[in-house]
Antibody, heavy 121, light 108 residues
Framework: QVQLVQSGAEVKKPGASVKVSCKAS????????MHWVRQAPGQGLEWMGI????????SYAQKLQGRVTMTRDTSTSTVYMELSSLRSEDTAVYYC??????????????WGQGTMVTVSS | DIQLTQSPSFLSASVGDRVTITCRAS??????LAWYQQKPGKAPKLLIY???TLQSGVPSRFSGSGSGTEFTLTISSLQPEDFATYYC??????????FGPGTKVDIK
């Protein structure tokens, strides 16, 4: 079945970097754009950025520019999100989400299970 | 950037109630709006896209309407499994697809 499986929880110190993976299966990896969304404890959903798994092009939320990098490995159908210079405000659950596109519009139809990243000294 | 607001932010309702949640966009987004349901500790689940198209497998008691700047999500008869937080998302300003702040539906 179509699914996205993310890597496990991480605990990092302020100033460090974290890299979260999202492995896709059950569909053609390069046919769907992938997004990253995060959710701080008790808060709403925040869009972080998008990657085109086919060509690797990316676009990031302005507030994360310079700290976030999204990459992909087509040989393993995996996308990665790396966030650097971590601060306490980056503590959140990080989700990857597949974007479904149709003539009517787009939506995030498949989500990973989420990866908890805790930033603490 | 397009901003989304949702009302109410919190809603207390009983099983069987008809529930309506409103999402407003700071500028027109045509019908490029989706609705998601999220339960505690779980990833969001797509309910509706293109403002009114029901995602496959989603019960027909969920419906969406609207275009431009005002949208609604309606649950015709609230079921126990519907108690959750609901988010709208605009998909007009590619590729920045912002979410609304959420509406929590709780048991009365």
């Amino acid at each position: 079945q179509v699914q996205l499986v993310q890597s496990g929880a991480e605990v990092k110190k302020p100033g460090a970097s974290v890299k979260v993976s999202c492995k896709a299966s059950g569909y053609t990896f390069t046919s769907y754009y992938m997004h990253w969304v995060r959710q701080a404890p008790g808060q709403g959903l925040e869009w972080m950025g998008i990657i085109n798994p086919s060509g690797g092009s990316t676009s990031y939320a302005q507030k994360l520019q310079g700290r976030v990098t999204m990459t992909r490995d087509t040989s393993t159908s995996t996308v990665y999100m790396e966030l650097s210079s971590l601060r306490s405000e980056d503590t959140a659950v990080y989700y990857c989400a597949r974007m479904y596109s149709s003539s009517r519009g787009n939506a995030f139809d498949i989500w990973g299970q989420g990866t908890m990243v805790t930033v603490s000294s | 950037d397009i901003q989304l607001t949702q009302s109410p932010s919190f809603l207390s309702a009983s099983v069987g109630d008809r529930v309506t949640i409103t999402c407003r966009a700071s500028q027109g987004i045509s019908s490029y709006l989706a609705w998601y349901q999220q339960k505690p500790g779980k990833a969001p689940k797509l309910l509706i896209y293109a403002a009114s198209t029901l995602q496959s497998g989603v019960p027909s008691r969920f419906s969406g309407s609207g275009s431009g700047t005002e949208f609604t999500l309606t649950i015709s008869s609230l079921q126990p499994e519907d108690f959750a937080t609901y988010y709208c998302q605009q998909l007009n300003s590619y590729p920045i697809f912002t979410f609304g702040p959420g509406t929590k539906v709780d048991i009365k």
